[in-house]
């Protein structure tokens, strides 16, 4: 019933900046914390970043700390992803996320709906 669609992924070089955005489709979009996961080739879909239905709480991978702010505009039912300092391992297709749960868990397993992901390439 809620539906999430990305944007923003591309190539960038190393050391450069993106934004990601993510639309809901829903009108109490206020309800669910959000958060960004990313899956890189043959690898594990990670955790990057997860914000509460405020904005106040937020968690952060420990390779996202420092370089990546979460963000959200619950008038627009949008959340954004600003990276910075981008590295090679940083690339993999970046999936928006939504919880109706309180926090915003790290736990892969609290999110209900899934975004179809957008690519991002950080080139060496």
């Known amino acids: 019933q809620v539906h999430l669609a990305e944007s923003g992924g591309r190539l960038v070089q190393v050391g450069g900046s993106l934004r990601l955005s993510c639309e809901a489709s829903v009108r109490t979009f206020s309800n669910y914390a959000m958060a960004w996961f990313r899956q890189a080739p043959g690898k594990e879909r990670d955790h990057v970043a997860s914000i509460s239905v405020t904005g106040s709480d937020t968690y952060y991978s420990e390779s996202a700390k420092g370089r990546f702010t979460i963000s959200r505009d619950n008038a627009k039912n949008m959340v954004f992803l600003q990276m910075n300092s981008l590295r090679p391992e940083d690339t993999a297709v970046y999936y928006c996320?939504?919880?109706?749960?309180?926090?915003?868990?790290?736990?892969?397993?609290?999110?209900?709906?899934w975004g179809q992901g957008t690519q991002v390439t950080v080139s060496s």
């Open positions: 996320a939504a919880s109706n749960r309180a926090l915003p868990t790290r736990a892969m397993y609290a999110y209900n709906y």
